[in-house]
């Protein structure tokens, strides 16, 4: 049996266009303005929430534009993008945002020794993930691809990206999300914005607080699903990333969409991360690296860095939790 959903946490999307699906806004108080607005951006459903005492709808659309611009920027899918100019065309990158991403995501993977990468692509396209026909490659395949991951076989300068072999390609899918998040909460700050959820297909930023206190983010069963807990919070972010939404069965045993760039397969230490962080780019990357380390590398190291929790459930279904995890916990 062979089952592929396709709406996985990576940024692989096959929608280019965002749309709206709805805009709402009513007065809660004579001093709160409520307003929510749904688009389908970065592969995902986006959404936005906020109170605001000045135009909340204003907000809500510059801040969708925000993450449209990241989307548009960072979709190696797209043939306008610099990202997919890079790995098709061995453009070298000279794009400002880029560059600092690509410094971040550096920084990230000598923190979790090796385990988040973003030239780890050309896996994703040898088990088929951009397309409706994933299965398990050959062996010697696998082998073949992973000489082109690795944070060697990229040279990352103050101005320019380059990379080793023209077969190396990036995805900034584990990290885009986040910063996108991230992006849209420094423009409704800037537009006056008192309280907001930003919620960009599971990447959650929440910003202040709501009329009747903190904002509620539940966390689902990698098995059963449904919302095992819920997290209370302001100024968090929450990502959780899962073997259970872009993946194919084989027999019984379950390929996902999120890779070792040690092994060249799927991570198989993990079903669900979900991390608190105080920004969601944050969240975003390290929920990515957790999965693919497991407990045994991840609540160590969660430990030592400072505003960061994490929750991991096993296979089995075994929870592992970092020291301040259960603070946030409804």
Request: aromatic share 10%; proline share 3%.
């Amino acid at each position: 049996m062979r089952l592929l959903t396709d709406s996985g946490k990576i940024l692989i999307a096959t929608a280019i266009f965002g749309f709206s699906v709805f805009l709402n806004s009513c007065r809660k108080t004579d001093s709160e303005i409520y307003a929510e607005e749904t688009r389908f951006l970065m592969g995902s459903y986006c959404t936005i929430k906020v109170y605001s005492e000045t135009d909340p709808e204003a907000a809500v659309n510059a801040a969708m534009e925000r993450i449209s611009e990241v989307y548009e920027k960072f979709n190696h899918l797209s043939e306008a993008s610099r990202v997919y100019r890079f790995n098709n065309y061995a453009h070298p990158i000279e794009d400002e945002e880029i560059i600092a991403l690509a410094k971040k995501s550096a920084e990230i993977n000598a923190v979790t020794g090796g385990a988040f990468d973003i030239t780890v692509y050309p896996l994703v396209e040898l088990w088929g993930f951009n397309f409706s026909s994933a299965g398990v490659p050959d062996r010697e395949e696998i082998k073949n691809v992973l000489t082109l991951v690795g944070p060697d076989k990229l040279k990352i300068t103050g101005d320019v990206i380059l990379k080793e072999d023209d077969n190396v390609k990036v995805t900034f899918g584990s990290i885009a999300k986040g910063y996108a998040v991230d992006e849209a909460a420094d423009v409704l700050r800037q537009k006056g914005v008192s309280g907001a959820l930003i919620d960009a297909g599971g990447d959650i930023y929440v910003m202040g607080e709501k009329p009747d206190g903190k904002w509620k983010v539940g966390v689902r069963h990698p098995r059963a699903g449904g919302i095992t807990y819920v997290i209370k919070g302001s100024d968090i972010a929450v990502a959780t990333s899962g073997d259970y939404e872009n993946y194919f069965m084989e027999g019984e045993e379950r390929y996902h969409h999120i890779f070792d760039p040690r092994t060249g397969y799927p991570s198989s230490v993990s079903a669900s991360v979900t991390v608190i962080a105080t920004d969601t780019l944050t969240a975003d990357a390290f929920a990515t690296a957790f999965f693919i380390m497991g407990p045994a590398g991840s609540i160590e190291l969660a430990e030592n860095l400072e505003g960061l929790e994490c929750l991991i459930v096993t296979p089995d279904l075994n929870e592992y939790r970092s020291g301040g995890f259960n603070y946030y916990l409804q």
